[in-house]
């Protein structure tokens, strides 16, 4: 009798093969399990059965029994095209199935465009596929599932092109993982023990984690009269708000109101009531995970009955593996925690923004492996205005899709700041691309979100000298008269910040000056932060100097705060950092540097005009600013960012991001994940002599070895992360390369400069205590 081969042997090819009909239903199974969550589990299962027909070929059963001599070839778009002629409504399944090895790339417009181009790429390359020749897998495929069901494939795509996007990614999340976890079972298997599974994560317990959140808020009462019944206030709406049924949410607060902890709650109670099964926290930057990760770990705790890894963290630095070759010596929660992030495997989870959206616009299948778990899920966006507004449209498009009322998907999703952007301006071109638009509802009543901030006015004053420019040298000045006191002094440009650190260290000591930019590694960034708040717990005199990669989140308390002129959202999150608890009323100074001339990201410069042009309006109208509490003002606050959404005219779609939407439009997966980038420009990463046992370490792994694998590639990045920095890649012909060594990786042919991600600092280029690297090149740019 013949038989079919899903995988060779595993145990390093001394145990059993897989046959192809178990794998086939192993993965139908788990992949009807996941689509399920969106009412399609005959889907899943379609998907399932089908995704590698191509395996019923001779081609493919020789190389599966000696892959060492047999080229691998398409064994995906037979089951595709099988799936499109006699499935309705099933594109979305059929190109799920027919990228599910190398990534989603062109979404056809329909089944029979799709068949077309395929069958006639049959024709043109026939060498390039298993068999073209779909009777003959359909006659061998049909002795082993001799009564598949050809029932109609419910409805899914809307006819708008961003949203029918999702569709397919949501699909192929689900069939992906579905496929990656059941191989993997296979070949972690050997004689004895025909599979292996990877561990499953914890399920959400609503009610418990609820009352968990309530006994550590009950237990963490601010002295601060006024904070403490702001933040009472908030927590009681936001859980009230609960039992709300699913869709899309805004949450605006001021600073300082307990919005993690608030909306953490409104989540849970909104779970419990909705039969949601996680939670997703997104959050723009590092420092603010780490701090919040901290917070969750001590709230469902081990010790409180928790299981392990309830709470997960998925980003660059979560540090999954230990490296160095010996197996014994990897840590086994590491690995588990692991191997659960790469699909978000557990009840809440904590990623970064970057990874979150790039993830969400991704074609590449191990990036879309988690997606398909934010089906009945709730999603909240922590300092929400740091989505970057060239992005914006094509983002909330995607989002709407997920969690509008007419959403099959059953999420929630919840956008959280101080400063919140009237992203409801762009919803008819957001309804062009999703078929719903941006339509979010206060989590709660505007009343109430008013009454928080006019109980919260009398936190700090304003004073705003932006009308004249100042000097660093006379800045430095003025910081030094306080600097037996602690002062924050943020501004837009590394190298104003360098400078102003520099002047003030020489005369304020190294005791008392700190500097936080992004030419510092992370591990430096933390360290100094940590040093900064112990000295502002001490009362001891302390003058951090820093761009704004403070501002967002980072709960941290000056009493006054220095502010270069800045789009007005970031002067009110730079607000948000003095006086953060209550107390005498702390001080905010708005200037403008000298010089201020440099480069800055899509839509700084123009936050800064219409800043400026607001701040010209009130003292045309006989207002002084300094008397208005603008910072304090959700309307004006929506004035500013709908006056700035039709300056940049982003409702239309801006130069800049003119290929991500071409992209979109053309329905090109693999265009949009390009093109989709939270972080514009050529990044490259330098490793930094800050740590130089580490530096040293990490420097001879890469430089002694001739051959590393892709998994040893990953160990030594992951760990590389925390000690490195950052920058856009030089000009080929900058003075920066003399400082930098291309990372090799053991690699065949050597990196260049041009191609190389990673580098290691040489001695040429400066690293030093205060203010991080300096390569012989100047820095220009924001953080």
Excluded at 230 to 238: E, G, K, P, Q
Excluded at 381 to 393: G, I, K, T
Excluded at 748 to 767: G, M, R, S, T
Aim: proline fraction near 4%; charge should be negative; hydrophobic fraction near 40%.
């Amino acid at each position: 009798m013949d038989y079919f081969l899903g995988h060779s042997r595993n145990d390093n090819g001394n145990g059993e093969q897989e046959l192809l009909k178990v794998h086939l239903n192993a993965v139908a199974k788990r992949a009807s399990k996941f689509m399920a969550f969106w009412g399609h589990k005959f889907s899943g299962w379609v998907a399932g059965i089908f995704h590698d027909f191509g395996k019923y070929a001779d081609q493919m059963k020789a190389r599966l029994e000696n892959p060492s001599k047999v080229a691998g070839r398409n064994h995906t778009a037979t089951g595709a095209c099988w799936i499109a002629h006699h499935y309705k409504n099933s594109l979305p399944l059929a190109l799920a199935v027919l990228y599910h090895h190398g990534g989603l790339k062109r979404f056809f417009g329909g089944r029979r465009k799709m068949l077309e181009d395929v069958l006639k790429d049959f024709k043109d390359n026939p060498d390039d596929y298993t068999e073209t020749d779909i009777a003959v897998l359909a006659e061998r495929f049909s002795k082993e599932f001799p009564d598949v069901p050809l029932e109609p494939i419910p409805k899914l795509l809307s006819g708008e092109i961003a949203a029918d996007m999702f569709d397919v990614r949501m699909m192929a999340s689900a069939l992906d993982d579905a496929d990656f976890i059941e191989t993997e079972a296979h070949f972690s298997g050997d004689a004895n023990v025909l599979r292996r599974y990877r561990p499953e994560g914890a399920s959400l317990d609503a009610d418990k984690a609820l009352s968990a959140v309530m006994a550590f808020v009950d237990g963490k009462k601010t002295k601060n009269q006024t904070v403490r019944e702001v933040r009472s206030r908030l927590y009681t709406s936001c859980l009230t708000a609960g039992n709300k049924a699913t869709g899309i949410f805004t949450l605006t607060a001021p600073t300082g109101a307990g919005k993690t902890l608030s909306m953490l709650a409104f989540a849970l109670r909104h779970a419990r009531g909705n039969g949601l099964r996680r939670i997703v926290l997104v959050m723009p930057f590092l420092n603010i995970i780490d701090q919040t990760a901290k917070v969750y770990r001590e709230i469902f705790s081990e010790e409180d009955g928790f299981p392990e890894n309830y709470v997960l963290e998925d980003h660059s630095l979560a540090g999954f593996k230990a490296i160095d070759g010996d197996e014994d010596l990897e840590d086994e929660g590491k690995r588990t925690r692991k191997l659960l992030a790469e699909n978000w495997d557990a009840p809440i989870v904590l990623t970064t923004s970057v990874k979150f959206f790039e993830s969400l616009h991704s074609c590449r299948n191990s990036q879309l492996r988690k997606l398909h778990r934010l089906a009945k899920s709730v999603i909240l966006f922590d300092e929400a205005q740091s989505l970057p507004p060239e992005l914006a449209v094509v983002s909330l498009a995607t989002l709407s899709r997920l969690a509008a009322p007419n959403s099959p998907y059953g999420a929630s999703v919840v956008f959280a700041t101080a400063t919140q952007p009237a992203f409801e301006s762009l919803s008819p071109i957001v309804e062009k691309y999703s078929g719903y638009g941006w339509k979010p509802k206060f989590l709660i009543a505007q009343e109430s979100m008013k009454h928080l901030f006019d109980a919260m006015s009398g936190r700090v004053r304003v004073v705003w000298r932006e009308q004249e420019q100042i000097e660093l040298e006379d800045l430095a000045d003025e910081l030094v008269e306080n600097g037996k006191n602690q002062s924050l002094c943020i501004l837009n440009l590394k190298r104003h910040a360098r400078k102003l650190a520099v002047l003030l260290e020489k005369r304020l000591g190294s005791d008392i000056v700190f500097h936080l930019s992004t030419t510092m590694c992370s591990i430096h960034r933390k360290n100094v932060l940590d040093e900064v708040l112990e000295r502002l717990d001490g009362g001891d005199p302390v003058v951090l100097v820093s761009t704004q990669c403070i501002e967002a989140g980072v709960d941290i308390s000056f009493p006054v705060v220095y502010r270069a002129l800045a789009p007005l959202e970031s002067i009110a999150q730079a607000a948000g950092r003095c006086n953060r608890h209550g107390g005498e009323t702390g001080t905010v100074i708005v200037f403008t540097p000298k010089d201020d001339k440099g480069f800055f990201p899509p839509g700084y410069g123009e936050g800064i005009s219409v800043t400026k042009t607001l701040l010209a309006e009130c003292r045309a109208e006989g207002s002084d600013p300094d008397e208005l509490n603008l910072l304090n003002s959700p309307d004006f606050m929506r004035r500013y960012y709908n006056l700035f959404f039709t300056i940049g005219n982003y409702a239309e779609g801006r130069d800049s991001q003119h290929e991500l939407f071409q992209a979109v439009d053309a329905g090109r997966f693999d265009m949009v994940s390009q093109n989709y980038k939270l972080i514009p420009g050529d990044m490259v990463n330098v490793l930094v002599p800050y740590d130089i046992e580490e530096f040293d370490r990490l420097s001879q792994i890469v430089q002694k070895r001739e051959f590393m694998t892709a998994e040893e590639i990953r160990q030594w990045v992951a760990q590389a992360r925390e000690y490195a920095v950052g920058i856009f890649r030089p000009a080929h012909d900058s003075l920066k390369w003399q400082a930098l060594a291309p990372v090799q990786f053991g690699a065949v042919f050597k990196y260049e400069n041009h191609d190389a991600d990673w580098f290691i600092c040489l001695p040429e280029a400066e690293y030093d205590d205060l203010c991080g690297l300096k390569l012989p090149e100047k820095f220009v740019g924001i953080c």
